[in-house]
């Protein structure tokens, strides 16, 4: 039987994955991505379900902090943020499928075995943004996509109030190299002005990362 770990800060969203999964796939849980690093370390999983916020490291760097130790696991992302933008984000540093908690169990259960059978989910939401924003020699069709994964989370980390010097330590970067990375996602999106950075990250559901 295939072997499941599910990260997730809520104790809820891991009992009711378990709950979903516990017939056909031996669960395990980790609170934190601490805990979960020490998890993968100490065992071996065929796929986790990972959550974006796992309150001591957010965002899509965490998918770049597994895939780094553990290129060969498949991850599927389960999160509360909306497909567009962090679905097309999540699979360009290396998801395997990108789920809204909002779905029903029938579609998670789906998502499951086609991304433990080697195959990668993508929802309907995602199906045309994905095409024109991860397939190599095609016109990105979102301009977020022009972003690459570092400016994207620089950009959430903005959106959500964060000032440079919190982000330049959070991500162990200095808060020069934080204004160098908004002067390029500011060019990238064509947007003149903070304030209209604020107003397009609000449209784009950016902030709270």
Sequence with gaps: ?????????????????????????????????????????????????????????????????????YSNLPILVLSVYPDDPYGLQAFKAGASGYLNKGVSTHELLS????????KRYVSQALEQILEYGIDLGKKELNSLAKLSSREFEILSLIASGESYKDIAIKLCISPKTVSTYRSRIMEKLDLKSTQQLFRYSFEHHLAAY
Excluded: Q
């Design 1 to 69: 039987m295939k072997k499941v770990i599910i990260a997730d800060d809520h104790e809820l969203i891991r009992s009711s994955v378990c709950l979903s999964l516990a017939s056909t796939y031996i669960c395990d849980e980790a609170t934190s991505y601490t805990a979960l690093m020490h998890k993968l370390e100490c065992d071996s999983y065929d796929l986790l379900i990972l959550d974006l916020n796992l309150g001591d490291k957010n965002g899509i760097e965490t998918i770049y902090g597994v895939n780094s130790n």
């Design 111 to 118: 998502a499951v075995e086609l991304v433990l059978d080697g």
